[in-house]
């Protein structure tokens, strides 16, 4: 029987759309299980979306939709965008699914039964944010893990006595070194255990949007308990058929959930707690990578600084994304993002590295020796050069594995394309074309030879990457002649298998080289997508005396109305177009150094901006605390000072006068949009 390979990545919250951070999971996953099927496993890959809790009951709330229409929308754009990117998963769980909410139910009951769950009082902080109860103290205090306001939570609730847990878990990281991976997390793992564990409160009674706790339905679960059971619940646990029962048994425990590093506790900690209480076995091993930055800061919707991978897809194509992301960024560290580097990568390794190495390896076989790969004669024509390339394929094939069966996907493609790169001196240096001018026995049998040697090394780095780049390998594969690269089993894979003779498919270009534009376009496309509109030219805003002023300082780029009506009105789609929403300023001080300047942090029910605005001469900052404003939440964001504006606070600027705050007499909740 063949070995299994069961593969998770996060399921991603559904109160905001997908962008390039949380592609790269699911890129790094996809690779993963596209080699474990090459490697001959029986491969089980699975994603979804996180669908309940508290932020996603007020993100729904905000957006004026039911919390099931407002995640069907969003689970919907994850599974377009995987889709279109052509993604391998097996599985996509959502957790408002039946399936999950009945497995989830049993998983419950197990625990309890186990004698492991028990109702007690909980009083302290939570971060909405995270989904997280926090040690902070007061209300309002920031959470330790993001620094957001937390929220004041008191309520009966059932507990999970995750303290009586502490020792197993110590001894798990011991005697299980590669369970958490990198070594930094697990030490940040160790220690956290080490600090002692407190019991975790794993229902909530003040809101419904969740999976009612079983015999008890004021309750609902946990969001953390619920999610990372998607795990088991989708490939059957819990479950009295048949079929999905012996699911269950083939492919858990898993052999590797793939994981962003802010939630290595939950996976670390409270997963395998929550597996021990219900006697189940625990996932071999969780691997941890880091965040990817946009404009220094972590990609997030909070931040406002998210990079859409349709953009991508749209411009350059998915294997750009893909061997960019996992070329460029050390894995398991942060790595930065930016187009610049996107597209200086793309011409540099795949238009002028391989899919030059392969155009001009097959055109030449096409026409020097009628589109059949010739053989090279074992004596006469052999030079050290011809050897050394097929040594250094060796080499590249040992080290290429080892280095990407730990996940050091940018070393391996380092090192893969250290042959493109060989191969490329080699025909430089031995010029076939200037070989193939002399029809004599010789020059022919040493023409062979090169551009056997070469389609040789191409037919080696097109199998071993093509888990990272699978669209053009599959081309380059089907132009070597050699049919469905899927199917090529990879343990196999050594050098001298290319056979005399075969036919070459049509030989066509697989990575047109990028022009200077692409930069410009990806990078309009996403100023406009942030600043909400479609149009291609962002003009500098422009107001009216009268009309209320934004005070964000700087000035952002405003879209140019769709339809201009002749006397300088707009239609009611532009003003649409603004996304106007009740905040609540959680934290306002003055800004060091500019003596008009606020730093405010605004919760705006489904997440807490940084807003720089310039109101110091107004208000006290201690003032505006608790205050409920109005905030422009669609702007693109803005560095002042070097801080960044995320959204502007809207205010009355009268002439010479001082800036006075748009507020409401009657009280509105958080996060309620102005239309
Ligand atoms: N719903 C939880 C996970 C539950 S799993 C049982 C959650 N969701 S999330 O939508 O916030 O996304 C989490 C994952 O998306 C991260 O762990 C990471 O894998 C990926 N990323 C989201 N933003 C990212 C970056 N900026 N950079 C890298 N990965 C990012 O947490």
Same mark, same amino acid.
């Given at each position: 029987?063949?070995?299994?390979?069961?593969?998770?990545?996060?399921?991603?919250?559904?109160?905001?759309?997908?962008?390039?951070?949380?592609?790269?999971?699911?890129?790094?996953?996809?690779?993963?299980?596209?080699?474990?099927?090459?490697?001959?496993?029986?491969?089980?890959?699975?994603?979804?979306?996180?669908?309940?809790?508290?932020?996603?009951?007020?993100?729904?709330?905000?957006?004026?939709?039911?919390?099931?229409?407002?995640?069907?929308?969003?689970?919907?754009?994850?599974?377009?965008?995987?889709?279109?990117?052509?993604?391998?998963?097996?599985?996509?769980?959502?957790?408002?699914?039946?399936?999950?909410?009945?497995?989830?139910?049993?998983?419950?009951?197990?625990?309890?039964?186990?004698?492991?769950?028990?109702?007690?009082?909980?009083?302290?902080?939570?971060?909405?944010?995270?989904?997280?109860?926090?040690?902070?103290?007061?209300?309002?205090?920031?959470?330790?893990?993001?620094?957001?306001?937390?929220?004041?939570?008191?309520?009966?609730?059932?507990?999970?006595?995750?303290?009586?847990?502490?020792?197993?878990?110590?001894?798990?990281?011991?005697?299980?070194?590669?369970?958490?991976?990198?070594?930094?997390?697990?030490?940040?793992?160790?220690?956290?255990?080490?600090?002692?564990?407190?019991?975790?409160?794993?229902?909530?009674?003040?809101?419904?949007?969740?999976?009612?706790?079983?015999?008890?339905?004021?309750?609902?679960?946990?969001?953390?308990?619920?999610?990372?059971?998607?795990?088991?619940?989708?490939?059957?646990?819990?479950?009295?058929?048949?079929?999905?029962?012996?699911?269950?048994?083939?492919?858990?425990?898993?052999?590797?959930?793939?994981?962003?590093?802010?939630?290595?506790?939950?996976?670390?900690?409270?997963?395998?707690?929550?597996?021990?209480?219900?006697?189940?076995?625990?996932?071999?091993?969780?691997?941890?990578?880091?965040?990817?930055?946009?404009?220094?800061?972590?990609?997030?919707?909070?931040?406002?600084?998210?990079?859409?991978?349709?953009?991508?897809?749209?411009?350059?194509?998915?294997?750009?994304?893909?061997?960019?992301?996992?070329?460029?960024?050390?894995?398991?560290?942060?790595?930065?993002?930016?187009?610049?580097?996107?597209?200086?990568?793309?011409?540099?390794?795949?238009?002028?590295?391989?899919?030059?190495?392969?155009?001009?390896?097959?055109?030449?076989?096409?026409?020097?020796?009628?589109?059949?790969?010739?053989?090279?004669?074992?004596?006469?024509?052999?030079?050290?050069?011809?050897?050394?390339?097929?040594?250094?394929?060796?080499?590249?094939?040992?080290?290429?594995?080892?280095?990407?069966?730990?996940?050091?996907?940018?070393?391996?493609?380092?090192?893969?394309?250290?042959?493109?790169?060989?191969?490329?001196?080699?025909?430089?240096?031995?010029?076939?074309?200037?070989?193939?001018?002399?029809?004599?026995?010789?020059?022919?049998?040493?023409?062979?030879?090169?551009?056997?040697?070469?389609?040789?090394?191409?037919?080696?780095?097109?199998?071993?990457?093509?888990?990272?780049?699978?669209?053009?390998?599959?081309?380059?594969?089907?132009?070597?002649?050699?049919?469905?690269?899927?199917?090529?089993?990879?343990?196999?894979?050594?050098?001298?298998?290319?056979?005399?003779?075969?036919?070459?498919?049509?030989?066509?270009?697989?990575?047109?080289?990028?022009?200077?534009?692409?930069?410009?376009?990806?990078?309009?496309?996403?100023?406009?997508?942030?600043?909400?509109?479609?149009?291609?030219?962002?003009?500098?805003?422009?107001?009216?005396?009268?009309?209320?002023?934004?005070?964000?300082?700087?000035?952002?780029?405003?879209?140019?109305?769709?339809?201009?009506?002749?006397?300088?009105?707009?239609?009611?789609?532009?003003?649409?177009?603004? $996304? /106007?929403? %009740? *905040?609540?300023?959680? @934290?306002?001080?003055?800004?060091?150094?500019?003596? #008009? &300047?606020?730093? +405010? =942090?605004?919760?705006?029910?489904?997440?807490?901006?940084?807003?720089?605005?310039?109101?110091?001469?107004?208000?006290?900052? $201690? /003032?505006? %605390? *608790?205050?409920?404003? @109005?905030?422009?939440?669609?702007?693109?964001?803005? #560095? &002042?000072?070097? +801080? =960044?504006?995320?959204?502007?606070?809207?205010?009355?600027?009268?002439?010479?006068?001082?800036?006075?705050?748009?507020?409401?007499?009657?009280? %509105?909740?958080?996060?309620?949009?102005?239309?």
């Amino acid at each position: 029987m063949s070995k299994k390979f069961y593969l998770t990545t996060p399921i991603y919250y559904v109160n905001a759309r997908p962008h390039i951070g949380h592609a790269y999971t699911t890129i790094a996953c996809d690779t993963i299980a596209r080699r474990q099927r090459m490697l001959g496993a029986d491969t089980f890959f699975l994603t979804g979306t996180d669908e309940h809790g508290q932020k996603i009951e007020r993100a729904a709330e905000a957006a004026g939709k039911t919390p099931q229409e407002f995640a069907d929308e969003v689970s919907a754009q994850f599974r377009t965008l995987w889709n279109r990117m052509g993604i391998t998963y097996d599985d996509f769980i959502r957790t408002t699914e039946d399936r999950h909410k009945k497995r989830v139910h049993e998983l419950f009951r197990q625990i309890r039964d186990n004698g492991h769950i028990y109702k007690g009082t909980y009083t302290g902080q939570y971060c909405v944010f995270d989904e997280l109860y926090v040690d902070a103290v007061g209300p309002g205090a920031p959470c330790p893990e993001c620094g957001r306001p937390t929220e004041t939570v008191k309520e009966e609730n059932y507990f999970f006595k995750l303290s009586a847990f502490a020792d197993r878990l110590m001894q798990l990281y011991t005697e299980q070194p590669d369970f958490i991976r990198p070594e930094t997390r697990r030490n940040e793992v160790m220690s956290f255990v080490r600090g002692g564990l407190r019991d975790l409160s794993i229902s909530r009674s003040t809101f419904s949007w969740g999976i009612p706790v079983p015999d008890d339905p004021k309750h609902v679960i946990y969001v953390w308990l619920d999610a990372l059971a998607n795990y088991i619940t989708a490939i059957g646990y819990g479950s009295s058929h048949k079929g999905a029962q012996e699911a269950f048994q083939k492919y858990w425990p898993a052999d590797l959930h793939m994981i962003g590093k802010e939630i290595v506790r939950f996976h670390c900690v409270y997963w395998p707690a929550f597996l021990m209480a219900a006697e189940l076995p625990l996932p071999k091993s969780i691997v941890a990578h880091g965040w990817l930055l946009f404009e220094e800061s972590k990609m997030s919707k909070s931040r406002g600084n998210i990079v859409r991978a349709e953009t991508i897809l749209d411009v350059l194509g998915a294997d750009a994304l893909r061997y960019f992301l996992l070329r460029e960024v050390v894995f398991g560290q942060d790595g930065s993002f930016s187009f610049d580097a996107l597209v200086q990568r793309y011409n540099a390794d795949l238009a002028n590295g391989l899919g030059n190495l392969a155009s001009r390896t097959l055109t030449m076989i096409t026409r020097y020796f009628r589109g059949e790969v010739p053989y090279p004669s074992a004596t006469v024509s052999q030079k050290a050069g011809d050897s050394a390339i097929a040594e250094t394929a060796r080499k590249v094939i040992a080290e290429y594995s080892s280095l990407v069966d730990q996940y050091q996907f940018s070393r391996a493609l380092e090192v893969a394309w250290s042959l493109v790169a060989a191969v490329d001196k080699y025909i430089v240096e031995n010029e076939p074309w200037a070989l193939a001018e002399n029809q004599s026995e010789e020059s022919r049998s040493r023409l062979a030879t090169i551009l056997y040697t070469s389609a040789e090394a191409l037919r080696i780095v097109t199998a071993l990457v093509h888990p990272v780049i699978p669209d053009a390998t599959a081309k380059i594969w089907a132009q070597l002649g050699l049919g469905d690269i899927r199917r090529f089993p990879l343990p196999d894979l050594k050098w001298g298998q290319l056979q005399l003779s075969t036919k070459l498919g049509n030989v066509e270009p697989v990575f047109p080289r990028a022009d200077k534009t692409a930069i410009e376009r990806m990078q309009k496309m996403e100023d406009q997508l942030r600043s909400g509109t479609t149009v291609t030219q962002a003009e500098p805003e422009t107001q009216s005396p009268a009309a209320p002023v934004a005070t964000h300082a700087a000035v952002a780029p405003a879209a140019k109305p769709a339809v201009v009506v002749p006397d300088g009105k707009i239609t009611i789609d532009d003003f649409a177009k603004v $996304e /106007l929403r %009740v *905040g609540q300023v959680k @934290v306002a001080e003055k800004v060091k150094g500019a003596d #008009k &300047l606020l730093r +405010l =942090e605004v919760d705006l029910g489904t997440e807490v901006r940084q807003v720089v605005a310039g109101i110091a001469e107004s208000y006290a900052p $201690e /003032l505006l %605390v *608790g205050r409920k404003v @109005v905030i422009v939440a669609n702007l693109a964001p803005r #560095k &002042l000072r070097g +801080l =960044e504006s995320n959204g502007m606070i809207v205010a009355a600027s009268p002439e010479g006068g001082k800036a006075v705050l748009a507020s409401f007499l009657e009280d %509105v909740p958080v996060g309620t949009r102005l239309k």
